[in-house]
């Protein structure tokens, strides 16, 4: 790292299945939109020899967004797996979206990956969702390395970027993020700035020039030795001061010059272990170049500073039936544990599961037992099946290469799993395990969708279920009081991808409809009625007659019957008819056709008649007298209030309780939390937050996330219910 001179790309070929978990690296790369993921991801494959061009395998696609989608679009909406190989090593690189709306795809880059490589562009900054990512790795232990992109753009500045990137992610320990290299520059264009066209190594104090295409080592000239030498001192501080050596900061202090082997070896130990984060530039090939600048020290400082899989502690797993587990860490002679962290399908292929296998071998034609539990919530069926595995393959971008297994620590995909879903458990037939799913944002936004026509109704369900089993950050609802089909997104673009998805993958046209919350409707006071259902038309006739009374109850009641009647009035063996057609019509509704909720209906009276009365005629009548009761009182309407919690930075906490308050929200209270942000505890009524996921976004610059629970049905205020009964009536 550092101390190498490569000349030519590293071992060029197709990458295969590897041979043991320490040949293996497995990276995500993350930052966000538009700061240059796919860019770099094709541009190490490049150097790598694993692509003939920028972007294209030997099809002429694309290696990462391969997807169509992804070209109309514009931008990554899913997880790609991009195999390199490197010095002997097999690099799993996981590119991933950046764009909020898919952070399902990169929590799954993240539960794959030993590592992760953060991009950030020059011209854009930190924004505060990569910020969220950093503290999320940071949780957990993962090993991370910063690379800057977009050099060339007109203001790009490499060491502002690198201060601004220590003050981010820096924490408590700036001098944790430093830079290894330090740009070249050219002479400069004609608007003044001069681009970068190569590298100096503060380890090897060797400079590497990328301006003829190919990575050319040579010695940095006197004049570029000043600001070398102090950026080197501040690079081998950092690194002793991470050291687990804890004389030799003494040493050095004390003026005693260490070797730049040990100093490269603490390197190693200081990432892999996750306290030191390197900052390195990188550049795709400009045209006829075979490397990218910075490809090779990124590819040097994922094989020989990052974690193998053997580093990574091992999951914590449990039988079906809940005991634990004890695994040994990522052993390919282990029994069989590997997680599906990506289902997707393809027109010929069909469904392809992408699994990281964690302990044991998998292989083509064996049988694995597939557990999918804890995500009922969303639309998902707990699941213990059997499953033979077909064909096993290592993608590359549109490509499916062959592979006999895949050994723990290992990527690979598995075509044909007819049940098994994102986040499912794959492992030994007479040993099943399962291992927890990892931690989704619950989706907040609701698209409620309609079948275009009688073919694409014949065919939503199935679209919408095996939808909803590639992405579990989507939420399939069968509303039963507003008879709405809903697809809870989150956000607009993840919507849209969803539609687009269901027109293109499985051939279903939708329409989207405004979506209805749940409302309810109450006495506001009380009220009396009476049900008469009588009827003569030869031969066996109805008769039913009772009379009720109604009152409101407090909020979470529910209905309540009470029987009341003397003397036989409504004979005993009719008294739960009417109870029964009293609370069929509640269900119904009384007023706008929302069910009925939180009265007393009290049976007073009735008359029968000994031949003609019936189960049936007194149902009736008791739907009578409850519609006769509520012609003659004030009905209110009662709408759903959710309970929403918002953590916010500090900087937006005005604006985003000042919007909730113009949702007729009631904010509750604030609480200060770690990191600069508050949390807001709020009730607002679930018909003002149908579009907050996007609207917080907007409003907090996508630094906010919320979420919410239903709390309670309250009175409407009497404008917005006038409101809705006219949208009803006009419906109608």
């Given at each position: 790292m550092g101390d190498k001179a490569h000349t030519h790309p590293g071992a060029a070929g197709r990458a295969t299945a590897a041979d043991h978990p320490t040949s293996v690296r497995n990276v995500v790369l993350v930052g966000h939109s538009g700061s240059g993921k796919t860019t770099l991801v094709e541009a190490l494959a490049l150097t790598a020899g694993a692509v003939n061009r920028a972007g294209r395998v030997e099809d002429g696609g694309c290696v990462s967004d391969y997807d169509d989608m992804e070209h109309r679009q514009q931008r990554s909406v899913q997880l790609s797996l991009v195999p390199v190989e490197w010095d002997g090593i097999k690099i799993n690189l996981l590119d991933t979206p950046g764009y909020a709306d898919f952070v399902g795809e990169l929590r799954a880059g993240l539960r794959a990956a030993d590592a992760a490589l953060f991009v950030v562009s020059a011209s854009d900054g930190v924004d505060g969702t990569t910020r969220m990512l950093w503290e999320e790795c940071a949780a957990v232990g993962m090993p991370r390395a910063i690379v800057i992109t977009h050099l060339e753009a007109a203001r790009a500045d490499f060491e502002e970027m690198t201060r601004i990137c220590?003050?981010?992610?820096?924490?408590?320990?700036?001098?944790?993020?430093?830079?290894?290299?330090?740009?070249?520059?050219?002479?400069?264009?004609?608007?003044?700035?001069?681009?970068?066209?190569?590298?100096?190594?503060?380890?090897?104090?060797?400079?590497?020039?990328?301006?003829?295409?190919?990575?050319?080592?040579?010695?940095?000239?006197?004049?570029?030795?000043?600001?070398?030498?102090?950026?080197?001192?501040?690079?081998?501080?950092?690194?002793?001061?991470?050291?687990?050596?804890?004389?030799?900061?003494?040493?050095?202090?004390?003026?005693?010059?260490?070797?730049?082997?040990?100093?490269?070896?603490?390197?190693?130990?200081?990432?892999?272990?996750?306290?030191?984060?390197?900052?390195?530039?990188?550049?795709?090939?400009?045209?006829?170049?075979?490397?990218?600048?910075?490809?090779?020290e990124l590819l040097d400082l994922i094989t020989r500073g990052f974690p193998t899989p053997l580093e990574r502690a091992a999951p914590r797993v449990t039988t079906p039936e809940g005991a634990g587990r004890e695994l040994r860490m990522c052993d390919p002679e282990e029994s069989l544990v590997a997680e599906v962290v990506k289902t997707s399908s393809d027109p010929y292929v069909g469904r392809i599961s992408m699994v990281r296998v964690f302990s044991g071998t998998l292989r083509a034609d064996q049988t694995v037992h597939v557990s999918g539990h804890g995500m009922t919530d969303r639309g998902h069926e707990d699941h213990d099946v059997d499953e033979r595995i077909g064909a096993l393959s290592t993608p590359f971008g549109k490509q499916q290469r062959p592979v006999s297994h895949v050994i723990a620590g290992d990527l690979g995909c598995v075509a044909k799993l007819i049940r098994a879903e994102t986040g499912d458990t794959l492992s030994a037939k007479d040993d099943p395990l399962l291992m927890a799913p990892w931690e989704m944002p619950d989706p907040l936004l609701p698209l409620a969708i309609e079948a275009h026509s009688k073919p694409d109704e014949d065919k939503l369900s199935q679209g919408l279920a095996r939808l909803v089993a590639e992405d579990p950050t989507m939420r399939l609802e069968h509303n039963q009081d507003t008879h709405q089909v809903v697809l809870w997104c989150l956000g607009e673009a993840h919507a849209d991808v969803a539609l687009e998805r269901l027109r293109s993958r499985y051939g279903v046209q939708v329409d989207v409809v405004p979506h209805r919350v749940s409302l309810r409707e109450t006495f506001g006071d009380r009220a009396a009625g009476r049900g008469r259902h009588v009827k003569q038309s030869g031969g066996h006739g109805q008769y039913a007659i009772c009379e009720i009374e109604v009152e409101p109850l407090p909020g979470g009641s529910g209905i309540e019957f009470v029987d009341k009647v003397v003397g036989g009035a409504v004979p005993r063996q009719f008294i739960p008819s009417v109870e029964k057609g009293l609370r069929t019509q509640a269900a119904k509704g009384v007023a706008a056709g929302h069910p009925l909720i939180d009265v007393r209906i009290t049976l007073l009276d009735g008359k029968a008649h000994s031949v003609d009365s019936s189960d049936a005629a007194f149902q009736t009548a008791g739907a009578l007298a409850l519609r006769e009761a509520a012609s003659e009182a004030r009905i209110h309407l009662l709408e759903p209030v959710a309970e929403v919690s918002v953590l916010v930075g500090d900087d937006y906490v005005g604006a985003v309780m000042s919007d909730l308050s113009g949702r007729r929200g009631k904010v509750l209270g604030t609480e200060q939390t770690s990191g600069g942000r508050t949390l807001i505890r709020a009730e607002v009524p679930e018909i003002e937050i149908g579009r907050y996921a996007v609207d917080l976004r907007s409003l907090s610059h996508g630094t906010a996330r919320f979420d919410r629970r239903y709390a309670r049905h309250e009175p409407m205020p009497a404008q917005v219910a006038d409101r809705m009964r006219e949208e009803v009536r006009a419906a109608s």
């Open positions: 220590a003050e981010a992610f820096g924490g408590d320990d700036p001098d944790a993020v430093l830079p290894l290299y330090l740009p070249l520059h050219g002479p400069p264009a004609p608007d003044g700035h001069a681009p970068v066209t190569g590298l100096v190594g503060l380890l090897s104090r060797k400079l590497f020039d990328y301006a003829s295409g190919e990575r050319v080592a040579s010695e940095p000239g006197e004049a570029d030795l000043p600001q070398l030498d102090e950026a080197r001192s501040m690079l081998i501080e950092g690194i002793i001061s991470e050291s687990e050596d804890e004389t030799l900061m003494e040493r050095y202090l004390g003026g005693e010059q260490v070797d730049v082997k040990t100093l490269i070896e603490d390197l190693e130990r200081a990432v892999a272990r996750g306290v030191f984060f390197p900052v390195l530039a990188a550049a795709p090939a400009t045209d006829g170049a075979r490397q990218g600048l910075g490809t090779v």
